[in-house]
């Protein structure tokens, strides 16, 4: 027996699913990595007329060792008068001249004077110009006489007969270079030599 068989009918297809958003997504992502390519490529890739870096040759300009500042030492590091006070040396003053008694004084010129007498002696004894030579050296004594430094208290009177008794020995001289009036200068002088042991007490 024959079965039926179902009758086949065409029917439309149903629409295909819309893949727009899609296809624009895909296209978007094409556009995004064209555009980074292409800007990697402008800033990468050196452009028409930029210049190339060319080595100078012009040198650079160096400090010379001249040109560093030297450090100099601060005044304060090095010891000098002004930063390191020195201590102050006090003034020496001379001690006051110690005043002599009569009887030190005494003993210091006893010498000479007693040389005076001596020596006057012999120019009277000598004869013309030998006395001379011992004038000289009683010239020399009277100006040692002059020079020491007498007691305050005969001081004055002491000047006075050095400088009568040099001026007597200058007389002398004068009496046995012109031969005349040797034996009177020769008191004279004798005179002057005995008033200068009388201030000392001889």
């Known amino acids: 027996m024959d079965e039926q068989q179902p009758e086949l009918r065409w029917a439309p297809l149903p629409p295909a699913p819309k893949r727009t958003g899609r296809i624009w997504l895909i296209v978007g992502l094409v556009v995004a990595a064209l555009a980074i390519v292409g800007a990697l490529l402008f800033f990468l890739l050196p452009r028409e007329g930029s210049p190339v870096p060319e080595e100078s040759t012009t040198p650079t300009p160096t400090v010379s060792p ?7 030492p601060s005044p304060s ?26 009887e030190v004084f005494r003993g210091q010129v006893r010498g000479w004077l007693d040389d005076s007498l001596r020596g006057l002696d012999i120019v009277a004894g000598a004869g013309g110009q030998d006395a001379l030579p011992v004038v000289d050296t009683l010239e020399l004594d009277a100006q040692r006489l002059s020079d020491a430094q007498p007691p305050s208290s005969i001081q004055d009177e002491w000047s006075a007969d050095v400088t009568a008794y040099a001026k007597r020995l200058a007389e002398l001289r004068s009496a046995i270079s012109n031969d005349s009036g040797v034996a009177a200068a020769v008191d004279a002088a004798r005179t002057s030599a005995q008033k200068l042991r009388g201030d000392v007490g001889l």
């Open 66 to 72: 001249s040109a560093t500042p030297t450090p100099s």
């Open 77 to 102: 590091a090095s010891p000098s008068a002004s930063s390191t006070p020195e201590p102050s040396t006090p003034a020496v003053t001379p001690p006051p001249a110690v005043d002599p008694t009569v």
